[in-house]
């Protein structure tokens, strides 16, 4: 495939190491700052740091790219209790005119001098509703599909604020739109499930949760990551 400008720039690129309270629990999603470069490896963002790594960062999910203009959509929605925008959500990347409809699972992305490949949707969390200060955020974006996206490094490298996104090669017919779908499905979908599995350049954490449900015949219970203890 000849490589295409996918957005003309990146409005915004942003790290962070702090980690602070939020309610009942540790985060560093309030204390990414915006930077004028990410220095990129391949396990990590340089002066940039998750309070859960379990569930946050990895090989298949270092960098978070969210589309800036979800944020309306979440005030429209009155989502959130007060104004918020970019990092709010604790991205490292923000850009407007790309969503999750455009992008597919196992794209190899250029970003200035850096390669990188899309391995899942954000899987929202309760932190989300004590971020937004409303108690179904998570369910809400979970639903929407409005969630952004994570990157595998394939090349290291810097990515600048003015730096393009650039589709190098298109390696899967499903979209991260399509993938949150089938992933959150309301019924059990072994047909689906199996098809994401398939999906070239999908994170791991999502193969393998995929293959218990078929394994199992079951949907494993969201309560507690869309709502903590809270419910």
Known sequence: MVPQTLVEQISGIYHGETITELGS?????NHK???????????????????????HGGLDRVLHHFPREHYGQYRRWDLMSGFKDAPAMGENISTVGLDETQV????????GDVELQVTQPRSPCFKLN????????????????????????????????ADTVELLERLTDIS????MHIYFLPEFNAVQYQRLVNCQGLAQAWVKSL??????????DWQMRLYGTSK
Request: one cysteine or more; proline letters at 1%; aromatic letters at 8%.
């Open 211 to 220: 293959q218990r449900r078929i394994e199992n015949g079951v949907i494993e």
């Open 25 to 29: 629990v540790t985060s560093g999603i």
């Open 176 to 179: 991260v739109a399509e993938a």
């Open 130 to 161: 004590l971020q937004f200060g409303h108690d179904d955020f998570a369910l809400a974006m979970q639903q929407s599909g409005r969630c952004g996206w994570f990157y595998r490094v394939l090349k290291a490298g810097t990515i600048y604020e």
């Open 33 to 55: 700052g915006r930077a004028t470069e990410l220095q990129v490896g391949i396990q990590a963002v340089a002066g940039d740091a998750q309070a859960d790594p379990k569930h």
């Open 104 to 111: 597919h699972i196992g794209d190899i992305i250029k970003i």
